[in-house]
């Protein structure tokens, strides 16, 4: 039996902020600065690459930036958060090195960086912890901030303290206006007591997830189900006079109904998800192709609207943190159409049969149970070799 031990993991506490008028105009200004450094050094590094083949790194920039701070015509920018402008070049850096890491791999997907635009990119800016320039006060329910001060936050979990040590804070603004802070420190977190219980889940569409040992999730479907009150919602934006403060009222009563969508299915997952790794010492995952499955225009709307890629994404960073293990099954695996009494392939199933018969051993089943089972026999067989 494996000791359950401690461990040191980067987590994150996401806060609802409250500003006062003059913060919120200083966190939409550092945010304007932030996309100018950003969109500035851009189009510096190419306009460098095509007249003199050089390649501004991240070291170059941040010379420059210094010298531009102290240019008259961009004297504003000394008036927000340093480390907010760096974190800007570095951001932009990791972009550029992206880029070329997948191109080198010569995938042609992954495009060029781009500039940052006022209304599609999401507005938030990073800043880091030091010399105790960050305080997170639970019992007051405030939080400090470079150039802010105390802001007032709302404290949506059962928080006594603060957290351990701090890295950095990320401060966001959604498009219906709402502020966040989401603060990324070094917890100690105990891992999971080691379970005989293993599971392989299939995931799908009517139910969200069918598992091998007859834990059946079913499917929401948040989207669908708020979809007729959102249809509503944008149909009165289409008809407000463009420019009008009433078509601006509008714009943030439609984007307050996405984010209602959005945090009903991100609850959803982070249940199921916590559970499922508490409750499993294995857990085996079908590798899904989910960009090609969308494809298909009759099933887009209901596979965006399952959240598949982010349900793995957090079986996988929790299954790390709690000392489980997850194994992807290759996504070429028959896991629908092998029997898994027998091991025969069928290979004149398609999806819309549910249930069907072993041609050679006669056992009869159900699509997804039966996937769900031959998933984890799968999975413990890659991890025994």
């Not at 329910?141 to 150039?147: D, G, V, Y």
């Not at 944008?234 to 006079?241: E, G, M, T, Y």
């Not at 969508?261 to 959803?268: A, E, G, S, V």
């Amino acid at each position: 039996m494996r000791v359950a031990r401690r461990k040191v993991v980067e987590k994150a506490y996401v806060f609802r902020l409250y500003p006062t008028s003059s913060q919120a105009n200083q966190i939409n200004k550092t945010m304007g600065c932030v996309r100018f450094v950003y969109n500035y050094f851009l189009d510096k590094r190419i306009t460098s690459y095509k007249e003199n083949k050089e390649n501004l790194g991240y070291k170059k920039c941040s010379a420059l930036l210094t010298k531009l701070k102290q240019d008259k015509e961009y004297i504003w920018l000394q008036e927000v958060d340093k480390f907010a402008l760096q974190n800007s070049l570095k951001d932009l850096d990791k972009a550029y090195a992206n880029f070329f890491r997948e191109r080198a791999k010569g995938n042609t997907k992954q495009g060029f960086p781009k500039y940052k635009s006022k209304h599609k990119t999401r507005q938030k800016y990073r800043t880091n912890y030091t010399n105790d320039n960050v305080r997170l006060d639970i019992e007051a329910q405030q939080i400090k901030l470079p150039k802010l001060g105390w802001v007032k936050l709302h404290k949506s979990k059962n928080l006594i303290e603060s957290p351990g040590k701090i890295i950095n804070v990320t401060v966001n603004k959604t498009s219906s206006g709402k502020y966040f802070a989401s603060v990324l420190y070094l917890a100690e977190i105990q891992e999971l007591p080691e379970t005989k219980n293993n599971a392989g889940y299939d995931l799908g569409l009517k139910i969200f997830a069918n598992s091998s040992n007859d834990d059946t999730i079913e499917n929401p479907r948040y989207f669908r189900t708020e979809e007729r009150k959102l249809t509503r919602l944008q149909r009165q934006l289409s008809r407000k006079a463009i420019g009008s403060n009433n078509r601006q009222k509008q714009r943030i009563q439609v984007a307050r109904q996405h984010e209602r969508i959005t945090n009903l299915r991100k609850d959803f997952l982070h249940q199921q998800s916590t559970r499922i790794v508490r409750e499993n010492q294995v857990i085996c995952l079908e590798d899904l192709q989910i960009k090609n499955m969308i494809k298909n225009r009759r099933l887009a709307k209901s596979i965006s609207d399952a959240g598949w890629g982010m349900f793995r994404q957090m079986i996988i960073y929790k299954a790390n943190w709690y000392g489980r293990t997850v194994v992807i099954i290759d996504k070429f695996y028959p896991s629908s159409k092998k029997c898994n009494e027998c091991g025969e392939i069928n290979p004149m199933l398609t999806l819309s049969i549910r249930e069907w018969q072993c041609p050679k051993c006669g056992q009869t089943h159900d699509r997804d149970k039966n996937a769900a089972q031959n998933i984890l026999a799968e999975g413990l067989r890659l991890l025994s070799v």
